[in-house]
């Protein structure tokens, strides 16, 4: 390490917004100081060091973290000072002089809050600090919420980042932390030129998959202008506390393009507990593929005219009051058996991939008359209304005013089924031709009356390829899809 290099170490500032008890700025502060170790021991070349402390300039008031659990703020800000403790031990050795860094006059900043409520640019006081400064880096592992499991506070926050964003509303809670850190990169690089900024954050790998891209890194990559210079494909994460999932996730290194320069570094692994392998690229896109920065855009209808639409199957919404099994299905005909016309196979991608058994009460077109012959079925209708008025979400609760069928109902005579969800241990993803005596549930994509020209298109290799680099793989297990 050169002088100037060395120089630069204290010049460094770092941020992580989702700190949790601070083990990303503990790794990174530890290495700091062992790169500052190296350098200086390099220097003096054995001669006796008179003044530690004046030699030591990487400090802990470098690292600045905001975490939303008080408790977990506190260890961060002590194990911070244990971190400082351990490296100053480390240069005592390596230096040939005791060196305590008494009192303590330097400290992380921890800021116990909601890292979407808190101003980032404040906590690190840029407008003070900035012209000492001479990088900026934002790291971390932001919390994962599914986007259709946050609650109305976090959708919220999201769609607010996202201000005027199309489709924002489908966008993991992680994403927001994408769209801060790129906003807030962009107003450093604007209001204080001389200073480098990037991030680098982790996430499970639905932020560069499916229909999350395009509302995503549309708005990153264009709207706040920065370029992805450096990222890790797919991998599995894991930890050794026990019954945890191994989460898919992936690194994504992003800075304004004005100061993007260098290679790109894309890591990609054979399979997601396999061993990376880097490889630079030309241009990394959002799917983190090397190729020009095109994002695929939804549509709702095919590109082509004469091209067959594809729809999802049928989502009962119905507290499962509609849906036998086996058994209950048994049951309810030794009871009814004038319901047996309303019986049908259900089937969802689980089913229909591994075979499986259910069965549900398809009353489309029953006549009042018809249910009022039928008490055992006008029991789960009525489950159905009080299970639909219940919910928190009007969406749900107009569909009471028809309890007895399904919130979707599209059953062709003749249809193409696609599951929505399969093993990436697949080759290819076995689709099948079904008629209307079969009902396909939500999990289940289809195609009605579907040529075979269609269903070549579909389990064709470039479909298939194409799939692969930009549907939504699944985030954790994938158990029960083979």
Not at 291 to 300: C, D, F, L, S
């Amino acid at each position: 390490m050169t002088p100037r290099e060395l120089d630069l170490l204290p010049r460094l500032r770092f941020l992580d917004p989702a700190c949790g008890s601070g083990n990303f700025l503990l790794l990174a502060f530890r290495e700091l100081r062992r790169l500052e170790l190296d350098a200086l021991a390099e220097q003096q070349r054995g001669q006796q060091v008179l003044d530690v402390a004046h030699l030591i300039r990487v400090n802990v008031g470098q690292f600045y973290g905001i975490e939303y659990d008080e408790f977990p703020a506190q260890i961060a800000r002590v194990a911070m000072w244990l971190a400082d403790h351990q490296a100053n031990i480390e240069a005592s050795q390596t230096l040939g002089q005791n060196f305590v860094n008494l009192p303590l006059m330097q400290a992380a900043h921890i800021k116990h809050g909601d890292a979407l409520e808190t101003d980032w640019a404040e906590h690190l006081n840029l407008e003070a600090d900035a012209p000492g400064l001479a990088r900026l880096y934002i790291v971390g592992n932001p919390p994962f919420v599914g986007g259709k499991k946050m609650s109305a506070a976090q959708r919220a926050q999201v769609v607010r980042e996202f201000a005027g964003v199309k489709d924002a509303g489908v966008l993991d809670y992680v994403a927001a932390w994408y769209v801060k850190a790129a906003k807030v990169m962009q107003a450093t690089a604007r209001e204080f030129p001389g200073l480098q900024t990037a991030a680098a954050l982790v996430s499970t790998n639905s932020v560069t998959q499916g229909e999350q891209v395009a509302p995503l890194w549309g708005n990153v990559l264009q709207d706040y202008g920065q370029t992805i210079t450096a990222a890790h494909r797919t991998f599995k994460w894991s930890n050794d506390a026990p019954g945890q999932a191994a989460v898919h996730c992936v690194i994504v290194q992003f800075q304004p393009s004005a100061q993007a320069s260098g290679p790109r570094r894309l890591f990609t692994y054979s399979s997601p507990t396999a061993q990376p392998l880097e490889m630079q690229a030309q241009n990394i896109t959002p799917y983190l593929t090397d190729g020009p920065a095109v994002i695929v855009q939804k549509a709702g209808n095919p590109l082509r005219a004469g091209v067959p639409p594809i729809h999802f199957g049928n989502m009962p919404l119905d507290g499962g009051n509609l849906l036998l099994t086996e058994q209950e299905r048994a049951e309810l005909l030794e009871k009814e058996p004038a319901a047996a016309k309303f019986v049908r196979p259900l089937l969802d991608a689980q089913d229909f991939l591994n075979g499986g058994t259910r069965f549900c009460l398809w009353l489309e077109g029953a006549e009042p008359a018809e249910l009022a012959r039928l008490p055992e079925v006008r029991k789960r209708v009525e489950a159905v209304k009080a299970w639909r008025l219940a919910s928190v979400a009007p969406s749900t609760q107009k569909f009471a005013a028809t309890p007895a069928l399904f919130r979707d109902r599209r059953l062709p005579e003749r249809y193409l089924a696609v599951p929505s969800v399969s093993s990436e241990r697949r080759e290819y993803v076995p689709v099948g031709y079904l008629d209307s005596g079969t009902v396909v549930n939500n999990l289940l994509f289809m195609v009605p009356d579907a040529d075979l020209f269609t269903f070549g298109v579909i389990q064709s290799r470039p479909h298939m390829d194409w799939m692969r680099a930009v549907s939504v793989g699944w985030p954790q297990s994938l158990d029960g899809f083979e």
